[in-house]
């Protein structure tokens, strides 16, 4: 049997154009900025082309850096630790943990419940605030797949001398992500869930607060002058400054492969087969007795191919487990590293908690291998398992 990965919310499969990257770097692998040799010059060249290929998928500004790391984590990490002193950072409480813990000094703002009122909310929050401002927002949910109005969200910060960090490791696989139409100072990625698993993620944005930053790591790549005295250092400018350390070079090659890739792609007609996929879904899911689609907004908003079930009276743990162990199907069940969100969806509805008695989800999610018959086959394995209760 096929086995249908309806998971790629959590991590894509490696499509053909990475694992060539890959395959044709591997003879040639040395040491990336450092070296004559050929090996050495090949992997630099590869490594900075990789670099053009991620500022050209994100519309890099020229002002801009494109900071490899090695996922949205890391690159969320990194910025908030450059933010000017006094930073205030807002943020929703419905964002994933990577995008809600970092930030230092952060206003958190509850689930807005239609899309303009986030921007309003926002717009309320930075009229409050004194200092230097970033609004740290997601492009799409991971939970919910309900796209943020991000483009109305930085209008409304630059309107008030604010920046704006995106979190686009869910809109990333399934829509452009260029800084200029959204408007944004800055957009995280990361390899694995841009069917480029090889360990390599991205932070594309404004150079100026980057640079001024202390290294995000310390050591070589990053250090231009070293003296004898501790703390005698002249530290790089651009990525290398926040690049310490020899670089993951084929998780760079790979997801500079897949963004050049996709930057040629049709992804207008990749996006209408997603929402078919999704109508289909949708439609099979009103099948399923109890199980009911979560959302953060009020009403319909534009989304990616993810949904969240509540499955009242059933162990969302469970059935993720029989899902895969008799049928064949790859999901995930539980809080998706969104607790605070996920509670909010879960309250009012007759859940069951997971086996471990946390409050838990199930979670479908599609990427450019999904097909009909792999939704067909959730619909009606979902319908199996609920109506003889697992
Ligand atoms: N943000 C969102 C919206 C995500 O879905 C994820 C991964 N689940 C992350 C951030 C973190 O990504 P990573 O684990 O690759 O750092």
Redesign the pocket.
Known sequence: MRFAHLDY??SAPCVRAAADAVQDLIPWCGSVHRGTGIRSRTSTRAYERARERVATFVGARPADAVVFT?????A?NLLARALPDGTTTIVFDTE?H??LLPWPRQLRLPCPETPDEAVAAVERALATVRGPALVAV?A???VTGEIWPVRRIADVAHAHGARVAV?A??LAPHSPVLLTDLGVDYLAF?G??LYAPFGA?VLAGRSDWLDAAPPYLSGGGASAAVGDQPGDVTWTTGPARHEGGTPNLLGAAALGAVCAALHRADRAALQAREQELLARLRDGLTTIPGAVEVTAFRGAAPRVGIVSLALPGHDPARIATHLADRYGIGVRAGQ??AHPLTRRLIAGQATTPCGDGTPGLLRVSFGLGTRDDDVDRLVSALGALISTRS
């Open positions: 919310a959590a090695r996922n949205t984590t890391d969320l994933h990577a995008n997601t799409a949910s991971n979190d490791a869910q990361s694995h869930k993620g998706f590293c």
